[in-house]
């Protein structure tokens, strides 16, 4: 069974850092594409950053470029989003999903991703 666990979430104040994981199961993260979405209240999902199969191309919303990074440690199957200098807007529910084997559709279409985890919440105070 193939599944997508987020972790790491939690609360923290403008200016500061938080990561959170995605451990995963049933799939191989590195013959994977893999991203990080999030999602606010009343708004719809977006595009945070994504990491492709080959792990040699990354890819970031112009909202979190230069702040956030992502990365994979194949050994633990994770991947991780690295998150400083949050500010209140960063708050929302981060989700990782991945394409399909080996693909390398489009990053920034949420359409493009077979498989989701249930999300972790991220909120930043002001």
């Known amino acids: 069974q193939v599944q997508l666990v987020e972790s790491g979430g939690g609360l923290v104040q403008a200016g500061g850092s938080l990561s959170v994981s995605c451990a995963a199961s049933g799939l191989t993260i590195s013959r994977y594409t893999m991203g990080w979405f999030r999602q606010a209240p009343g708004k719809e999902r977006e595009f945070v950053a994504a990491?492709?199969?080959?792990?040699?191309?990354?890819s970031y919303a112009d909202s979190v470029k230069g702040r956030f990074t992502i990365s994979r440690d194949n050994a633990k199957n994770t991947v991780f989003l690295q998150m400083s200098r949050l500010k209140p807007e960063d708050t929302a529910v981060y989700y990782c999903?991945?394409?399909?084997?080996?693909?390398?559709?489009?990053?920034?279409?949420?359409?493009?991703?077979?498989?989701w985890g249930q999300g972790t919440q991220v909120s930043v105070s002001s």
């Open positions: 999903a991945a394409q399909g084997l080996y693909s390398s559709a489009s990053v920034t279409n949420i359409r493009n991703y077979k498989t």
């Open positions: 990491l492709y199969w080959n792990g040699g191309t990354t």
